[in-house]
């Protein structure tokens, strides 16, 4: 059974940092694109950053340069390393995985930036 846990959410002021981590489990992880998405209070859930199973990565416009996709196949997890965090990253991170067309999610962990 797949399974798909996020950590590393919490709250941080405005201009700080966080890294997320997404542990996979019950698959094979190189063989999967990964990704990121982020659902705020009221809005739809949207794709944050995602990254193949050969180490192409894709970002949203709004976060690019800010943020950093990256996974370790030997440790089954992907990472995504956020800097400069504003107020409107405020949301729920939600990991994915996708092969073909299995699809998996796990929970998600919150993020708050506020001050």
């Known amino acids: 059974q797949v399974h798909l846990v996020e950590s590393g959410g919490g709250l941080v002021q ?4 966080l890294r997320l981590s997404c542990a996979a489990s019950g698959m094979t992880f190189r063989l999967y ?3 990121w998405y982020r659902q705020a ?3 739809q859930r949207e794709l944050v950053a995602s990254i193949t199973s050969d180490s192409s990565t894709n ?3 709004s976060v690019k340069g800010r943020f950093t996709i990256s996974r370790d196949n030997a440790k089954n997890t992907m ?5 400069s965090l504003k107020p409107e990253d405020t949301a729920v991170y939600y990991c994915k995985a996708q092969f073909i ?3 998996y999610w796990g929970k998600g962990t919150l993020v708050t930036v506020s001050s």
């Open 79 to 83: 990472y995504l390393q956020m800097n």
């Open 41 to 43: 209070p009221g809005k």
């Open 59 to 61: 970002y949203l416009d």
């Open 14 to 17: 405005p201009g700080g940092s």
């Open 101 to 103: 067309t299995m699809e």
């Open 33 to 35: 694109t990964m990704g």
